[in-house]
T-cell receptor
């Protein structure tokens, strides 16, 4: 059973506009969330994280929002750049465990 | 620069062969993981290990085994490769209750 879901397999955005990638989770024990970015033929690289004690975390052009009551998080990229074109995975873990659970990924294409 | 190194970027093997995928990390991490990535299915956990000589099954362990004789090395073994094991294999490591995984660059395995 998929505990972390990314319901949009792909997203296309014009350069300079905002990209919004969404992620839902089902396990209420999850309290730490990550976003990873993956280029083809490379391993995922860490992008940004958020703890459940916050509802927002910002790092440059990237902002992650967490809505605990809805069990939903989103990644905003603004402004989007062609180099942002990649697959984005969200991941979640519970403080009681060692393991992260990953979504199925969203492929973002930023059109120049 | 901390690293997770996977021994091969690309491998082509024949059906029925025994295949070894090697992963080495230099961060003294206790936890190590093997995932496979397939389009539309995201990252699926095959096996993980929290300590030397210790292993746990992930979500899709069938057809695979692992070995962790030293803390820094975690090997994935395909006992008898099949075409449905053609995939991108990703190794990762982390500290206990860590803030996320560090991934290797991946091994693209093709079984013919």
């Amino acid at each position: 059973d998929q505990q972390v879901k990314q319901n949009s397999p792909s997203l296309s955005v014009q350069e300079g506009r905002i990209s919004i990638l969404n992620c839902d989770y089902t396990n209420s024990m999850f309290d730490y969330f990550l976003w990873y970015k993956k280029y083809p033929a490379e391993g995922p690289t860490f992008l940004i994280s958020i703890s459940s004690i916050k509802d927002k975390n910002e790092d440059g052009r990237f902002t992650v929002f967490l809505n605990k009551s809805a069990k939903h998080l989103s990644l905003h990229i603004v402004p989007s750049q062609p180099g942002d074109s990649a697959v984005y995975f969200c991941a979640a873990s519970a403080h009681t465990g060692n393991q992260f659970y990953f979504g199925t990924g969203t492929s973002l294409t930023v059109i120049p | 620069d901390v690293k997770v190194t996977q021994s091969s970027r690309y491998l082509v093997k024949r059906t029925g062969e025994k295949v070894f995928l090697e992963c080495v990390q230099d961060m003294d991490h206790e936890n190590m993981f093997w995932y496979r990535q397939d389009p539309g299915l995201g990252l699926r956990l095959i096996y993980f290990s929290y300590d030397v000589k210790m292993k746990e099954k992930g979500d899709i362990p069938e057809g695979y085994s692992v070995s962790r004789e030293k803390k820094e090395r975690f090997s994935l073994i395909l006992e008898s490769a099949s075409t449905n094991q053609t995939s991108m294999y990703l190794c990762a490591s982390s500290t206990p209750k860590g803030s996320g995984y560090t991934f290797g660059s991946g091994t693209r395995l093709t079984v013919v």
